[in-house]
């Protein structure tokens, strides 16, 4: 028998434990950006596909698998790299291939409102997965993202602040998407598209630029001092300068670190927002109009559960999980705890707070208006 690549086997397993609960004729498909990851994944499902069930050796239970390719048209040849991604996809034997075009209102392009653009593309390509996903009656949904990229997400809440939600990372499974490589190294997914002969492409805006210059964010050049540059998204800058810095002091390992970190919170924030979930029920005063808090609910509770509760509540009156940092909910819970007749505290999205009677108002951003022109903007990163 042939020897498999290491790393061919360690895609397949990784596969194989998503595919086994699924039924006869499930369909699963992969979001294939014809990236590495993504690459790799799809040649991982193609080849468990046909024998996954209720053994690995059961093929009268092999689920279907097909993909999904989304071209969001940020990019020149953007249709092209679809169009080859879809082809390597086919060629794999996935179907079936659906590749969608995405249509930018304006101002989304150029990620004008909160996050950036690159949150700005992450959210309509959910939405076309989840569209894609209904239309066929697709079971899962699988998504390439990998160890490193687990790792720099979770640096990147750390430094947004967010708390152990954020640093929880990207979770394994939500709903009907799944990430079967959350356990592997970015160079095994390239491993296995080298030893499976798949050409994959390389997304500039994953590179950093050339002479390695800092870019800033938009509008931060000047506040800076900072030369302006072409854009760089923060978290390829994360992976272009922070974490080898952190591997080259810290040593090896600290990517797999990172990753069990998150394994480790996520545990302890699902228990936590389960358990403030219920503190918000508690402290709910029934009203059709605006969100209405029962401060005394609120302050006999818990520190970490109210502060959890509170960010909770900002983000149902439209804050977004991005942009809602420590500052925030410091500011709704000096409205609970420390109330000295402040005014309204502005939360991202246009959202606003405001305590009186003995109560916490929360109300969202009038309709048609994203930020109020006054809420406070931190500085936002990209996650899941």
Do not use: K
């Amino acid at each position: 028998m042939a020897r498999v690549d290491p790393a061919v086997a360690a895609a397949r397993n990784a596969v194989r434990a998503v595919l086994a609960p699924l039924g006869p004729d499930d369909l699963v498909l992969v979001a294939c950006s014809g990236g590495a990851d993504s690459l790799a994944l799809a040649a991982a499902v193609a080849f468990e596909a046909r024998r996954v069930g209720r053994s690995v050796r059961s093929r009268g239970y092999a689920v279907r698998a097909g993909a999904v390719v989304v071209d969001h048209g940020l990019q020149t040849g953007s249709a092209d790299v679809a169009a080859r991604a879809a082809a390597q996809c086919s060629a794999l034997g996935l179907a079936p291939v659906v590749v969608r075009r995405v249509e930018w209102a304006d101002g989304d392009r150029t990620g004008a409102g909160d996050g950036g653009p690159e949150a700005a593309a992450r959210e309509v390509r959910y939405a076309e997965l989840a569209a894609v996903a209904e239309e066929t009656g697709a079971a899962r949904v699988l998504l390439g993202h990998t160890l490193d990229d687990q790792a720099e997400q979770v640096l990147l809440g750390l430094a947004r602040g967010a708390g152990a939600r954020s640093l929880a990372g990207m979770p394994r499974a939500r709903g009907v998407l799944h990430r079967p490589f959350l356990g592997l190294r970015r160079a095994q997914t390239e491993a296995v598209c080298a030893a499976s002969g798949l050409d994959f492409w390389t997304d500039p805006t994953n590179l950093l630029p050339d002479g390695d210059a800092v870019v800033p964010r938009p509008g931060q050049g000047e506040a800076t001092g900072r030369p302006r540059g072409p854009y760089t998204p923060l978290r390829s800058q994360v992976r272009g300068r922070v974490l080898p810095v952190l591997e080259s002091t810290l040593g090896p390992g600290v990517v797999e670190a990172l990753g069990r970190s998150a394994d480790q919170l996520r545990d302890d924030a699902d228990l936590l927002d389960a358990l403030a979930e219920e503190l918000l029920e508690r402290a709910r005063v029934p009203d059709d109009a605006e969100h209405i808090l029962d401060v005394g609910v609120l302050e006999r509770a818990h520190p970490a559960l109210r502060r959890r509760a509170l960010r909770r509540a900002a983000l149902a009156v439209g804050s977004r999980p991005t942009d809602t940092t420590t500052r925030h909910v410091d500011a709704l819970d000096a409205l609970v705890v420390s109330w000295g007749g402040q005014g309204s505290v502005h939360l991202p999205g246009g959202a606003r707070a405001r305590r009186a009677c003995g109560s916490l108002f929360l109300r969202a951003a009038p309709t048609g208006i994203s930020d109020g022109g006054t809420g406070v903007q931190p500085p936002s990163t990209t996650q899941e």
